[in-house]
């Protein structure tokens, strides 16, 4: 009677092995899809910060040359102020 009950046994073991594995292969993906997830996050978050900090780079230079051009209109007119004769 030993004889019957040995296929069956294997086939229960081979049963509980699949469901074992296929739980482990349904964690590697979940863990997968949320390691993806996480890393698009991160690089959307970053993304938005450099370009934030374009944004910040590129007021300051405007800052600076709207300074740059005040102090040539004001050199300029201390100039005219100077030579009151002298052309442009």
Known sequence: ???PKDPLLVIEQLRR???FWKAVALAACSALVLVILL???AAYTAQMRAN????RADAAVRRANAAVASARQARLAAQQAANPGQPK
């Open 1 to 3: 009677m030993t004889g």
């Open 17 to 19: 092995s699949n469901r």
């Open 39 to 41: 890393g698009s996050v």
């Open 52 to 55: 934030q900090e374009l944004r």
